[in-house]
């Protein structure tokens, strides 16, 4: 009998492991995590837009690289970061190869007085030619610790382009993806060590600020235990809960212990945080490792209560992670599903809490506050503005779909005709045009799409009367929505939005339909 082992094609995994990190700011990600595992007190980032890629540069103060750390910056699955009583992140040696993705790849990392310095040409390219790229390294004496990573022709796509990235979507992306959003103090002050974060973007991109700087911690908006004044008492809200640590055990004897921490609180409450986009998207439960958000597990609350109130972090170490830190994939071992129970068993107890009760009975006030608010006027107004306007003007959703039946009997083309309509839907229209339904969203104005938080992915058509304020779109192409970039065309009538797919929404602006 003959023994054989398995083989590994070397230049297939590379590209693999590369491409496995598909958000260009995983780069910003993997580098403070380099950086936290150095010893690093500051860390600066600088993104520069260029026409064959972006230019990023890593600069920290940490302790520097040896020869064996350069190693494996550059090698695939060969971390220094095995031992699990150093505090360290990353471990299998997979984060750095997203620097692959480029035309060339620099490294200068001084320690102990001797700086080593390494280049790596064309690597995207070699492993496209299924080449393995190779690097050259050098050496020089030197006074001061520190590393310097230099990645020139970043394959980024439209990741880091004007429109797409801006100073608000990196510092959500830092608090909500990377360590800058750690939650490691609330439980282990004596050994958290703070990071000073610099962002420093290149005018072509963002020009509204000079630099970006914040820290590692993930801080919560301050309590208010009591509703406040005005219409929408609930609105700023908001309760502490933890820090706790839960010593979980499975039905096999595995042992991980669970902290938690996090909040309660109202949408002004929220709007504190460094959001972007839908809160929706953001805000929840969610499971973490290295005290770093991974995925939200939402169904552990109780299906009465909206989890867009809440804001929990659970950390578990014995969390086992995906190449690209972005799922967790022991979702089928017993210490996982312990995680879980005991998580459901502890925000069971959040929800029975009296305070949350009352917070959610200042909610329902909150709520009849606003339906009243929306009351619609009264037939005598209503008479009135019909009597005295000279041409149809909508003053709700109703009137704009009852707009566009008329445009079709005034012979506006093409024909729309509607076929379905339900004002408290997203999706609130189903609308027929060339034998086709298409699902729509109706307003008033084009803007109320967006300032309504309602996402773009699920509708064909948007149906409205007028565009409204364009400057208001113009922020949000400038800003990003829920998560992705978008880009209005409105001398086609379309709305072109991007979040790891191209989505295209066309406008219907029912006015110009009477021209």
Known sequence: METKTPKVNEVNEFLEIASDFEDPLEVIRESLSNSYDAGAESVTISIKSRPDGSKIVIEDDGQGMSESDL???FDLGNSTKNDPEIDSIGYKGHGTKIFYKSEKI????????????AEMDRPWEKLNNRTLPEYEVAKRTTTSDGTRIEVTG?????GFSPESL????????????????????????????????????????DDSQDKLVTNNKLEFPSEQLNPGDGQYPESRMCKHYGPHTID?????GDTTQLEIVGMVGGKETRDELPTYGRHSTQFGIWLAKDHIKVERLNEAISHDNEFIHFFFIANSQDIELSANREKIRNKSSAIYQAIEEDLNYFLSKIAADPWFKDYLQQRRVAELNRKAKSQQKSIEEREAIVTERTRFEPSNQTEVMLGLERSNRQGAKPTITVEDFDLGADVNALVEQ?????GCSVHQELTDHFEADKPLESISKIVCWEIGDQDKLREYARNGYHGGSVEFDLENN?????????????????????E
């Open 106 to 117: 620099v490294v200068d990392s001084a320690r102990d007085g001797t700086n080593i310095h």
């Open 166 to 205: 801006t100073y608000n979507k990196i510092e959500h992306y830092l608090k909500w993806k990377t360590l800058a959003g750690s939650t490691k103090y609330h439980f282990h002050p004596d050994e958290f060590r703070e990071m000073e974060i610099v962002v420093e973007l290149d005018d072509e991109i």
């Open 434 to 438: 060339n034998d086709r339904l298409y």
């Open 494 to 514: 379309r709305i072109i939005y991007r979040n790891g797919t191209e989505y295209t929404v066309h406008v219907v602006e029912v006015s110009s339909r009477f």
């Open 154 to 158: 970043f394959k980024s796509g439209r």
């Open 248 to 252: 979980v055990e499975a039905e096999n």
């Open 71 to 73: 190693e494996s910056f």
